[in-house]
């Protein structure tokens, strides 16, 4: 069958650096996004990998290895606002989007 | 208006009754989606339509009715729910659906249903 597994919830401390792993085992490969969603709000688009390696767009980064069917979302300089679930999709070879049930992130002062 | 939006925000049916959700979309896309999210589970898709023909029913229960009257509307509708139906509705649309970067999905602030 296939899987999409992430950690359930993690905490981390205002300032500090988290990394969000994904491990993912899927029919076919057409890309692995990952989404920031706030508590009642809609899940919005981060980013999207395709090729192995690493994408940066500001303070957050997304890692990719096809190989290892596994990703992680990067988060530098944490600030409360990135208090938030983190949805980690593979699309498969049918153009199916596999969801994680989400990385729930907590921001310590 | 941009984005995705949908209407109710916040919906409470009884089981006997019958309610539509209400989606439309303002980025020109051509593929819309239906989601179902329950709490700490994944998101689960229901139904998928690409240039207005539906292209999945995920074994959808057919108290569950998709319309898709063009590619910036959707609805869904809603009769004789139950009460594990309660859950909050989610809207999406893609460019289209070929695979890629092209299927990103933009979302809308969903539904939350609650089913008496």
């Known amino acids: 069958g296939q899987n999409i597994d992430q950690p359930t919830e993690m905490t981390a401390t205002e300032g500090a650096i988290v990394q969000i792993n994904c491990t993912y085992q899927?029919?076919?490969?057409?890309?692995l996004f990952w989404y920031q969603q706030h508590a009642g709000e809609a899940p919005t688009f981060l980013s999207y990998?395709?090729l192995d390696g690493l994408e940066e767009k500001g303070r957050f980064s997304s890692f990719l290895s096809r190989s290892k069917g596994y990703s992680y979302l990067l988060l530098k300089e944490l600030q409360m606002k990135d208090s938030a679930s983190y949805l980690c999709?593979?699309?498969?070879?049918?153009?199916?989007?596999?969801w994680g049930a989400g990385t729930k992130l907590i921001i310590k002062p | 208006e941009t984005g995705v939006t949908q209407t109710p925000r916040h919906l409470v049916m009884g089981m006997t009754n019958k309610k539509s959700l209400k989606c439309e979309q303002h980025?020109?896309?051509?593929?819309m989606y239906w989601y179902k999210q329950s709490a700490k589970k994944p998101l689960e898709l229901m139904f998928v339509?690409?240039?207005?023909?539906?292209?999945e029913n995920n074994s959808v229960p057919s108290r569950f009715s998709p319309e898709c009257p063009n590619s910036s509307h959707l609805f869904l509708h809603l009769h004789t729910l139950q009460p594990e139906d309660s859950a909050l509705y989610l809207c999406?649309?893609?460019?289209?659906?070929?695979?890629?970067?092209?299927?990103?999905?933009?979302f809308g602030p969903g539904t939350r249903l609650t089913v008496l």
């Open positions: 980025l020109g896309h051509n593929a």
């Open positions: 899927t029919s076919g490969f057409n890309g």
């Open positions: 339509y690409n240039f207005k023909e539906q292209t």
């Open positions: 999406a649309s893609s460019q289209e659906r070929a695979g890629g970067a092209q299927d990103t999905q933009y």
């Open positions: 990998n395709v």
């Open positions: 999709a593979v699309e498969d070879s049918n153009y199916q989007l596999i």
